[in-house]
């Protein structure tokens, strides 16, 4: 008997022993797994707002690998990982290379280098992907790149593929690069390609098939002085001169002393830029071209003004000469006298130099009324020009074709401020005016700050508008209040809001206006009937989604709308009401519009839930794919009586979309094209929180 109960005694101490042991292990292992899910939430919410969560890290968490790779994810990174060279990390941290690689990953690493250098551990400069990587962002990395690495055609094609090319790149190539023609005719072909010929071979540069071939496969561009970087003895060959002039005049500058003062030379690269007749040696061939009426009309308004100013004097009585001459700056005193007293030509001049010339008049001339018109006439008058000729003829500023022209011209401030009060209530110039700078409706009278079409003009140019009209004029028009709130930029709406008469705020459609352009939720300023208004609320979520929390407390409660605006913007999550919170329907919708919106998800009683919904969505997905795979495939497939009677539903595309609609609705399976995708998107938004 006592026996008996030892043992039944020793049986029970061994199952609470038992018992014990595993509660223990069970313990230790949820420990573990609610770690890995800490961790796994705290990695994904660095993906998504690093700022804010790196604040929240402990000092050894800031260092750690991991955390900084997930953090260099986010759009936005925090202050300590924005300048990575600074001492705060360990040097293991900062020459490790899947760090580099996601520094260099970012959308705005490009940016952030292109005036600075990127510090490559010495590690690191022989990694080929490593330096590739880097090139296409910042090209300046091949300056520390290892040895073996700059004679790697990969590399330098891949700085070639860049938009725009650092000038001295191929300095830091092999010479067997360098030499080669095919890669040097590539690198000619970019835009910025030719200043690199400094550093090409001396065999190339003095190959004269290789420059034949490298003038007529090079970028075409009119400063394009290939001739330049040839060797001595090309600049002194005709064909190579010729052919180089050809595709760029400026070319002449650099072809030998005797070549310079060869006439057909001279002629082809005038032809293709008139500037490059500075670059003719004087010799016959100079002569006998400035003798030459033709071709000094050609060159006479790019050539240097030295030799202007000898065209002007070989060619004193030919008005069309001096008048190209006086377009390159020629200054009006080297006019002839007899061409100075010839009123027409004087208008002519004025027309052709911009208004130039009308500063060097003399003030009896200035002070002509048709002279002056003239400045003002000109499309592309110099303001100085038009404010001289306003101050000298002050009766301009009170003739109305005068001013229309002055309307169009960018020197509004200057000229308007001062024109007579018929001109500023001219609707006409006005308009013109405004049209061209929204300044001026702050010199249109008081009649015109109150017409309709004046103040929209004025508003369709800038939202600034506004300061200039009043209280009355906005409530009989807030129309034009909402043109001016959808026209103001996003930095400047609380500078248009100052400008809105504070009952408008009443209105719908200017609150409707307010919220869609970025403003703000203005509290007290809208009626309280507004946090009920569905579409306001809409036109909120769209550009602040973090205000939602103004909304009332029906409208966080009404699930059909609540879809609406879920659809909008997924984060208003946070924000809706606590009975809502776990309906699947929503958190479907949040999730589907903006994985973001799993953030607020992330708290120990959510936790269960979240599982939960996961396994709810993926049960739904293996569900599909097998509907998909064994009843839709059998379907399908030929018929055969001793596998299955299921191809017998198939009598064409109509039957086979009949029977499988009914076998899914009968089965519960979810077939909807739409909801598997929105399954499948939320599905893969899950993984990196764990779920």
């Not at 990953?105 to 952030?112: D, L, Q, S, T």
């Not at 909120?540 to 407390?553: A, C, D, G, T, Y």
Request: with cysteine; glycine share 2%.
């Amino acid at each position: 008997m006592a026996s008996s109960r030892v043992e039944a005694n020793e049986a029970r101490c061994r199952q609470i022993i038992e018992c014990k042991e595993q509660i223990e292990y069970w313990k230790a292992k949820l420990e573990v797994l609610e770690e890995e899910q800490e961790l796994n939430i705290t990695l994904a919410r660095l993906r998504l707002d690093a700022p804010a969560t790196w604040r929240l890290l402990s000092r050894q968490q800031r260092i750690e690998k991991r955390f900084i790779l997930a953090a260099f994810e986010s759009d936005e990174l925090p202050s300590a990982l924005e300048d990575f060279s600074n001492m705060y990390f360990p040097p293991q941290i900062r020459m490790d290379r899947d760090i580099l690689m996601a520094r260099v990953a970012r959308k705005n690493f490009a940016e952030k280098y292109k005036n600075e250098r990127l510090f490559v551990p010495p590690k690191l400069r022989g990694d080929k992907e490593l330096i590739m990587a880097i090139a296409i962002h910042h090209p300046q990395v091949i300056e520390c790149m290892a040895n073996e690495l700059r004679d790697d055609t990969d590399i330098l094609q891949a700085v070639l593929a860049r938009e725009k090319l650092p000038a001295l790149f191929l300095q830091h190539f092999s010479a067997r690069l360098r030499s080669n023609q095919e890669i040097m005719i590539n690198i000619l072909k970019h835009p910025d390609g030719l200043p690199s010929m400094a550093f090409c071979d001396a065999s190339l540069r003095n190959d004269k098939d290789f420059f034949l071939r490298a003038v007529n496969c090079g970028h075409h561009s009119s400063d394009n002085q290939l001739l330049r970087y040839a060797s001595q003895r090309l600049q002194g060959d005709f064909d190579v001169v010729f052919s180089c002039v050809r595709k760029s005049g400026m070319n002449l500058k650099h072809a030998s002393y005797e070549l310079r003062r060869d006439k057909s030379v001279v002629v082809a690269a005038t032809r293709q830029n008139p500037a490059a007749f500075r670059y003719c040696l004087p010799g016959t061939a100079k002569q006998e071209l400035l003798q030459d009426r033709a071709f000094v009309a050609a060159v006479v308004d790019s050539a240097p003004i030295s030799i202007v100013k000898s065209c002007v004097e070989l060619f004193q009585q030919d008005r069309e000469v001096v008048l190209l001459a006086l377009s390159n700056g020629l200054e009006w005193s080297s006019v002839p006298e007899h061409f100075q007293k010839q009123p027409d030509f004087v208008l002519e001049a004025v027309d052709r130099s911009n208004g130039r010339v009308y500063t060097e008049l003399p003030p009896e001339v200035q002070n002509d009324f048709e002279v002056a018109l003239q400045v003002l006439k000109c499309e592309h008058s110099t303001g100085d020009a038009i404010v001289q000729a306003t101050e000298r003829c002050p009766e301009l500023q009170s003739n109305r074709e005068a001013m229309m022209f002055v309307a169009r011209n960018w020197k509004i401030k200057e000229t308007l401020q001062f024109a007579p009060t018929h001109i500023r209530n001219d609707k006409s110039i006005m308009l013109e005016a405004i049209k061209k700078n929204s300044i001026a409706f702050e010199f249109c009278s008081n009649q015109l700050r109150h017409d309709r079409d004046v103040v929209l003009a004025a508003v369709n140019s800038s939202s600034a508008a506004l300061y200039y009209t009043d209280s009355a004029f906005q409530m009989q028009n807030p129309d034009i209040v909402i043109r001016a709130l959808q026209n103001a930029r996003k930095e400047d709406l609380w500078l248009t809001f100052d400008d809105i008469y504070v009952e408008l705020w009443s209105n719908r459609d200017v609150a409707k206006a307010w919220l869609s352009s970025g403003g703000g939720w203005l509290g007290d300023a809208f009626p309280e009937e507004f946090c009920e208004d569905e579409e306001i609320v809409l036109a909120l979520i769209e550009q602040n989604w973090s205000e939602f929390n103004w909304v009332s407390e029906s409208l966080k409660r009404d699930k059909e709308f609540l879809l609406k605006a879920l659809a909008v913007d997924g984060r208003i999550i946070r924000d809706v009401d606590e009975e809502l919170r776990y309906d699947e329907d929503l958190v479907l919708a949040a999730i589907s519009n903006d994985p973001r919106s799993i953030q607020f998800y992330s708290g120990g009683k959510d936790f269960v839930f979240m599982v939960s919904f996961a396994q709810k969505i993926r049960d739904h997905l293996r569900e599909h794919d097998l509907f998909q795979d064994e009843i839709m495939g059998a379907m399908s497939s030929p018929f055969d009586t001793d596998d299955s009677l299921l191809p017998m539903l198939n009598q064409g595309p109509a039957t086979l979309a009949m029977y499988s609609k009914k076998l899914s609705s009968y089965l519960g399976i979810l077939t909807d094209s739409n909801k598997i995708a929105q399954f499948r998107a939320v599905s893969l938004s899950l993984l990196p929180w764990g779920l």
